[in-house]
């Protein structure tokens, strides 16, 4: 019986796609029902009796290959101080052997989301593009408190790929005064370490500039850049230009705010084009583009 932590920060399909990921590494059968419960899972793991383990019935079944839990379910996850997930063998569910039965134990730990500029499908497009690479290297710049890691930071470190963070926490240039004058007595570099380490993603933290950011990597060595920091062309430009070199052959370049700031996609179309690169979209305002081989 597998004892399994998944993090659950109210996004439905990442909980899930994690969930696939972490049944996948554990070889457990897709052939499974579960049992959403409240409370401490401590009671389930320490009975001795097969008549003291609860049994999954009713509405509260779901099999585990379906696209969503069943609502009772995500009430349990969304509401419960402790919810954990049982995890069974359909085919032997039904004979009353329940301890036999019992394949997993998933400890859900529950987490606000994290405020910023990612949306939901626009993180699960960015997961799919992190969860192809295997052994890899990864560089974000600009992560401010850590949403678009949070979609990415476990599946890197369950594929062994090295997740590298660079920002300096202080706003984007393109921001008004303003905006600027509000976060000036903010911790910002602090809150994005604890929502990184409060949701078990492990990462290498860089703080400081893009361009100097860059610096601290061989050419060709990043199988993935994903470029979401200051929004005026100049400084999209110089992300481009400073990155680009770090990417390996058969590597992706990719940003964030294409369509929302114009200067991110007149600097993007104009390095594409004079690199020989096409530029591609994903959802929301997600652009992408691959090193040629």
């Not at 933290?205 to 990043?222: Q, Y």
């Not at 770090?246 to 700031?261: A, E, R």
């Not at 690199?275 to 305002?285: A, T």
Request: proline residues 2%; glycine residues 8%.
């Amino acid at each position: 019986m597998e004892e399994i932590q998944i993090h659950y920060q109210g996004s439905r399909l990442l909980f899930m796609e994690e969930m696939n990921e972490e049944f996948t590494a554990r070889n457990i059968s897709a052939k499974t029902v579960m049992n959403t419960c409240a409370g401490r899972k401590r009671a389930y793991t320490e009975t001795k009796k097969d008549a003291d383990l609860l049994r999954p019935t009713g509405k509260e079944l779901q099999l585990a290959g379906d696209a969503i839990l069943g609502e009772v379910m995500w009430r349990i996850l969304d509401q419960a101080d402790e919810p954990y997930i049982l995890v069974f063998d359909a085919d032997r569910v039904f004979t009353g052997k329940n301890r036999e039965s019992l394949l997993a134990i998933i400890e859900v730990k529950r987490h606000p989301e994290i405020e910023g500029f990612f949306s939901e499908k626009e993180g699960m497009f960015y997961h799919s593009m992190v969860k192809k690479i295997k052994n890899g290297k990864i560089a974000e710049i600009g992560s401010w408190k850590g949403s678009s890691a949070s979609f990415i930071g476990r599946t890197a470190g369950r594929n062994n790929t090295e997740l590298n963070c660079v920002d300096w926490w202080t706003g984007s240039l393109d921001w008004e005064r303003e905006r600027r004058r509000k976060i000036e007595n903010q911790d910002i570099e602090t809150e994005f370490r604890n929502n990184m380490e409060e949701r078990g993603i492990k990462v290498n933290v860089l703080k400081g500039t893009s361009v100097d950011g860059a610096k601290r990597f061989e050419d060709g060595t990043l199988d993935l850049v994903f470029i979401d920091a200051s929004h005026d062309f100049d400084s999209v430009w110089g992300d481009l230009a400073a990155w680009y070199p770090k990417i390996k052959s058969g590597g992706t370049l990719s940003g964030h705010n294409y369509d929302s700031h114009e200067n991110v996609k007149k600097a993007a179309d104009k390095f594409a084009a004079e690199n020989g690169l096409e530029i591609k979209r994903g959802p929301g305002s997600i652009w992408f583009a691959k090193k040629d081989i």
